[in-house]
């Protein structure tokens, strides 16, 4: 697949990465208490992970109305807020659009990272996300 | 004119993030004399953004600050949904020259997500 930016003509080669998140966060009732780290993209040495679409991207977790938070990152930094999750019917679904320029980009040699945040007032549960990205490098 | 189907001239993008807890006020998403203070003569023009908002009171974007120009009208969803402007090379909508790019909740609402930009 090649993709092309409007900042950036050359040829670019896009790879997939799978957003496969499954962990029983330790709540304890309090909001933003427990979080979680996944590596989605290692770090590439020299390169930027240009993160140019994420697609069927969806969480579960049982019983409450509350909201799980997904934040990507930069090896430890943010590059985005936190997004929120509901558990509506079980399942919170969306897509990006296809963004050739990227919705946001590592620093080089940093590892792509999504925070899983569980902001539920339940007791301990299991959360999953799933879905995939879209990347080159640069 | 935006880039896409009037101007195909390469343009620098740039990404940010949307980051705020649940208050009410105006968020200034991109504050244009800190990220550019050499590019005072030109306006960010908005082409992708995704958020999602605590509440379901509405936000809107406005060009300055709420007391400036309004970009879009009020948007609301349901607890935890999602604003989102897929790509548009010609921008969703663009800022006054030289002004920020603010998100305006006239009630309390946290949003977290990002945007893409580019100047000019």
New interface residues.
């Given amino acids: 697949m090649v993709a092309e930016?409007?900042?950036?003509?050359t040829a670019k080669e896009t790879k997939t990465a799978i957003v496969q998140f499954s962990a029983d966060l330790d709540d304890t009732g309090t909001l933003f208490d427990a979080t979680a780290t996944i590596e989605l993209v290692a770090a590439i040495p020299g390169k930027k992970i240009v993160v140019t679409n994420l697609n069927h991207w969806h969480i579960t977790f049982a019983g409450t109305t509350d909201?799980v938070?997904v934040?990507f990152k930069s090896g430890s930094t943010?590059?985005?807020?936190?997004?929120?999750?509901?558990n509506f019917g079980a399942k919170?679904t969306?897509s990006?659009?296809?963004?050739?320029?990227?919705?946001?980009?590592t620093s080089k040699g940093e590892a792509l990272n999504m925070t899983v945040t569980d902001t539920t007032a339940g007791g301990a549960q299991t959360i999953w996300v799933y879905g995939y990205i879209n990347y080159y490098e640069e | 004119m935006g880039?896409?189907l009037r101007d195909?001239a390469?343009?620098?993008?740039y990404?940010a993030?949307?980051?705020?807890a649940a208050a009410t006020g105006d968020v200034t998403v991109l504050d244009f004399s800190v990220l550019h203070p050499n590019d005072s003569s030109k306006k960010i023009v908005v082409i992708?953004f995704?958020?999602?908002?605590?509440t379901t009171n509405p936000t809107a974007f406005w060009s300055g600050s709420s007391s400036g120009t309004q970009l879009t009208g009020d948007m609301r969803v349901?607890?935890?949904?999602?604003v989102?402007g897929?790509?548009n090379?010609d921008g969703h909508f663009k800022a006054a020259v030289g002004a920020d790019l603010v998100i305006e909740r006239a009630s309390s609402v946290?949003?977290?997500?990002?945007i893409?930009y580019?100047l000019e």
């Fill in positions: 930016a409007i900042s950036d003509k909201g938070a934040e943010a590059l985005t807020g936190k997004i929120l999750f509901s919170n969306t990006t659009s296809y963004m050739p320029d990227g919705h946001f980009w | 880039a896409g195909i390469p343009k620098e993008v990404s993030k949307i980051d705020a992708n995704l958020y999602t908002c605590t349901i607890a935890n949904g999602w989102k897929g790509y090379p946290g949003v977290g997500g990002w893409n580019y």
